[in-house]
T-cell receptor, first 112, second 116 residues
Framework: AQSVTQPDIHITVSEGASLELRCNYSYGATPYLFWYVQSPGQGLQLLLKYFSGDTLVQGIKGFEAEFKRSQSSFNLRKPSVHWSDAAEYFCAVEGGYQKVTFGTGTKLQVIP | GAVVSQHPSRVICKSGTSVKIECRSLDFQATTMFWYRQFPKQSLMLMATSNEGSKATYEQGVEKDKFLINHASLTLSTLTVTSAHPEDSSFYIC????????????FGPGTRLTVT
């Protein structure tokens, strides 16, 4: 069975600073990988996804993620964080039959 | 993009009553819908998967008689929490996927259920 690990429960960055959120997955084959963002009391919004091809994936809101098979990682990055990026971020893996497993999430706090 | 709605967004019910949550795909046909549950400060846990016109497939540990799922049409799935108890209080999120793009689920905004 697939699993996802987000080792950072909470991250604080200054506005304008760069951001990297870590995600490691476990799956026997090539996974489909996703990053979602959730604002308080809201549903999930897809930031980006990786199915195949170029391992550097561009998403919305200036986010990107890089799939590294050798490290089983799919880290999310943004060069300059805005205050509106404060939210909770979930990494997810789809491992067949559209069954998606989510990580435990990383809460991002942005300070002025 | 594909839009999924949920109704109601918030509901408060008394212990022992039942409550129904609707999930609709507004601009696409959802062959598969998923129901998730999210406890405070935790991740989403898949409860069940439903395909239009067939019985839902429940994840291990989810009581099918307590969480009734109906997917009667390609645009509507409902989750009924029967004989609700305070421990059922949670954030319920549905998602839907269609035939036009595989492996991507579109999420609804969620329903906050509080059982008093």
């Amino acid at each position: 069975a697939q699993s996802v690990t987000q080792p950072d429960i909470h991250i604080t960055v200054s506005e304008g600073a760069s951001l990297e959120l870590r995600c490691n997955y476990s799956y026997g084959a090539t996974p489909y990988l996703f990053w979602y963002v959730q604002s308080p009391g809201q549903g999930l919004q897809l930031l980006l996804k990786y199915f195949s091809g170029d391992t550097l994936v561009q998403g919305i809101k200036g986010f990107e993620a890089e799939f590294k098979r050798s490290q089983s990682s799919f880290n999310l990055r943004k060069p300059s964080v805005h205050w509106s990026d404060a939210a909770e971020y979930f990494c997810a893996v789809e491992g067949g039959y559209q069954k998606v497993t989510f990580g435990t999430g990383t809460k991002l706090q942005v300070i002025p | 993009g594909a839009v999924v709605s949920q109704h109601p967004s918030r509901v408060i019910c008394k212990s022992g009553t039942s409550v129904k949550i609707e999930c609709r795909s507004l601009d696409f046909q959802a062959t598969t819908m998923f129901w998730y549950r999210q406890f405070p400060k935790q991740s989403l846990m898949l409860m069940a998967t439903s395909n239009e016109g067939s019985k839902a497939t429940y994840e291990q540990g989810v009581e099918k008689d307590k969480f009734l799922i109906n997917h009667a049409s390609l645009t509507l799935s409902t989750l009924t929490v029967t004989s609700a108890h305070p421990e059922d209080s949670s954030f319920y999120i549905c998602s839907a996927s269609g035939t036009h793009e595989s492996y991507e689920q579109y999420f609804g905004p969620g329903t906050r259920l509080t059982v008093t």
